[in-house]
């Protein structure tokens, strides 16, 4: 499949080299910026155009891999070219594509990317929509191209999806920063975390996470809660939550 990809950042940059990599020829990369459109063009040895007006109708598949609020703008200058558009967005709906064209479908793949850490794209878990059966049918096979986990995801249960992957990942991190932090107002490494981190994140591979919680919030333990508070008394953003979160797991674990 000739396919043609909207955008140069994270996703389009994993999205197009995978879709390389099983053999189907990337006909153009398009990006506002022509230095960052070149560097994606380059690897996947297609065209790089920084103006949709040199989009070549020589396609059969424009992925649309930008900023959620640039999708729509985007489809309604792709429609008139009559191939399937689909976009890679976790939180804008089919129906956002399919106020401009009926040869829409969405190919979110589920996964944080950055250009400069290789991913094995095959494990990546790949939710399709379309919208009819025929293009839902086509992404799927496209979809197996790339990767070994290929979900019919419809646009509310995505919605979802999304929300979950900001708790499960965006959230995380940002808390990983927030150890970083605490850790090197004391000259201490944040290496001492990364094993412990792995571990956690390796336990959830095979169990729920209500069943391996730890920690003095799921012991109850009100004295170390008091003492982690206290050394948090010069940042009551931090201590907003911290107990938010151990609220959150001792009722978790009441329930349970």
Do not use: W
Not at 111 to 118: A, L, W
């Amino acid at each position: 499949m000739r396919i043609t990809i909207i955008g140069s950042g994270n996703v389009a940059t994993h999205l197009a080299t995978a879709f390389k990599n099983a053999g189907h020829p990337i006909v153009q990369v398009y990006s506002r910026d022509m230095q960052n459109a070149s560097l994606l063009a380059y690897h996947v040895k297609a065209e790089a155009i920084d103006d949709l007006k040199q989009i070549n109708p020589a396609t059969d598949l424009f992925v649309i891999a930008v900023k959620d609020d640039a999708i729509e703008p985007i489809a309604a200058e792709l429609a008139k070219y009559n191939k399937l558009i689909v976009h890679t967005s976790g939180a804008t709906s089919l129906q956002t594509l399919q106020k401009h064209t009926q040869n829409a479908g969405v190919f979110y793949p589920l996964q944080t990317f950055s250009k400069t850490r290789e991913l094995n794209f095959i494990t990546v878990p790949l939710c399709i929509e379309g919208s009819d059966e025929t293009i839902t049918s086509l992404l799927n096979e496209l979809a197996y191209t790339v990767s070994q986990n290929v979900y019919r995801v419809n646009s509310d249960q995505r919605k979802t999806l999304h929300l979950a992957a900001v708790f499960a990942c965006n959230f995380p991190n940002y808390l990983y920063y927030v150890s970083q932090q605490l850790l090197t107002k004391k000259q201490l490494p944040f290496d001492l975390l990364r094993p412990l981190i792995l571990e956690t994140a390796e336990k959830v591979q095979e169990l729920f996470p209500a069943s391996v919680q730890t920690g003095p919030a799921v012991r109850n333990d009100e004295k170390t809660m008091a003492s982690h508070l206290e050394q948090l008394q010069e940042n009551p953003d931090l201590q907003a939550i911290y107990e938010l979160l151990s609220q959150g797991i001792i009722k978790m674990e009441n329930r349970s």
